[in-house]
C-alpha cells in the first residue's frame, strides 16, 4: 500500500514512522510519501494562502497550490481523501474497505480551509475520524493510515488477524498471565485446564457480556 500524504507539516509524521508501521515500511510492504504543499508555491515568500473572496477572518490555502502537489503524484491510479469534520465517520468497515486499494492519497487541510474549486476537482472521499475538531488533518490522516496497515497482509502477525475474524463485531475477551494469583484474585480456572475448546468457548461468552456491559449498541 501506497500512502501520499499533501501536507503542510510533513515532520508531524515523523511518529508512524515507528513500531509496526515502520517494520512494514522496511519490508516495502507500506510506503509512505510526504509531500510538502509548500514546496508548490511559485510565491518568492514560499507563500500557500490568501484572504478569503466575500471578507471575513483568517486565510484560504490557493487551489492552484495544492493542484500542483497532486500532479507531481505519479500513481496511475489513486484515491483522494480530504480529512475534516464534514466528512463521512470512519469505522472498522471503511478501514478494511480502504485496506484494498492500491494507493491512497490524504488531504491535509486547516480550519482555515482550502479553496472549493480545488477540493471538487481532486477529491474523492471526504473522511471524519469522529464529532470533534482539531487544529489540522494531520493526526486524522495517521489515525487513517494506522488503522488501514492493521489490513494489510504481513503487516501484524498472522495470528492477530486471525483472532480479530473471529471475533467479529465483539469486544476482546480478557488476557490474563503469571502470576497465577495477583493481590488475591486468581487467573479464571478454565484458562488453566488445557481444555482448548472450553477456554474458547469461554472466550466467546465473555466477549458477548463485556460487549453488552460496554458497548450494547454493537449488538443490535
Ligand atoms: N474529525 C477532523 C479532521 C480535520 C480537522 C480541518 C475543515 C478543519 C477534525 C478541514 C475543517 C480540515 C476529523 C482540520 N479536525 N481539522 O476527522
Redesign the pocket.
Known sequence: MKFNVLTLFPEMFEPIKQSIIGKAIEKNIVEIKLINIRDFSKDKHKKVDDTPYGGGAGMVIRPDVVYDAYKSISDSKTKVI??????KR?NQKKVEELSREQSLTLL????E??DQRVLDKIVDEE???????????EI?AMVLIDSVCRYIPDVLSQASTKEESFSENLLEYPQYTRPEEFEGVKVPEVLLSGHHENIENWRKQEAIRITKSKRPDLLK
Not at 473522511?127 to 488533518?137: M, R, W
Open positions: 480530504f480529512l475534516s469534520p464534514q466528512g470512519l491535509c487541510g486547516h480550519y480551509g482550502i473522511i471524519s475520524i469522529g464529532d470533534y475538531v482539531l487544529t489540522g488533518g486524522p
